[in-house]
Nanobody, 124 residues
Framework: QVQLVESGGGLVQAGDSLRLSCAAS????????VAWFRQAPGLEREFVAA????????DYADSVNGRFTISRDNAKNTVSLQMNSLKPEDTAVYYC?????????????????WGQGTQVTVSS
């Protein structure tokens, strides 16, 4: 099991950029697939991006592909989400998640460890 803590959320304007970070403790990040999800009020938790521990494989939701970039530093036990060209519809609580498996998955139920979330608000 790994403990996750997100940071970097805030209030920005449409078109701005924001970088979220997730710090892990309790176990080496090296063997975990990590992902970002988000949840807006009244909506289900939505997959955003994922990074496999093996081969550098990544996956992005269509809604963020080309605007968001997930990256990881296994030596520092951190994963980041660089968000560019933000839109009001990106407003949500963003969660970092991890699973002790090689393959990425877009289903939130496949992830065991979760952070507490960080709020991102994009004004128009």
């Amino acid at each position: 099991q790994v403990q996750l803590v997100e940071s970097g959320g805030g209030l920005v304007q449409a078109g701005d950029s924001l970088r979220l970070s997730c710090a892990a403790s309790g176990h080496s990040f090296k063997w975990y697939t990590v992902a970002w999800f988000r949840q807006a009020p009244g909506l289900e938790r939505e997959f955003v991006a994922a990074s496999s521990w093996r081969g550098g494989g990544t996956d992005y939701a269509d809604s963020v592909n080309g605007r968001f970039t997930i990256s990881r530093d296994n030596a520092k036990n951190t994963v980041s989400l660089q968000m560019n060209s933000l839109k009001p519809e990106d407003t949500a609580v963003y969660y970092c998640a991890a699973r002790f498996q090689m393959a990425t998955t877009r289903y939130h139920g496949d992830y065991i460890d979760w952070g507490q979330g960080t709020q991102v608000t994009v004004s128009s």
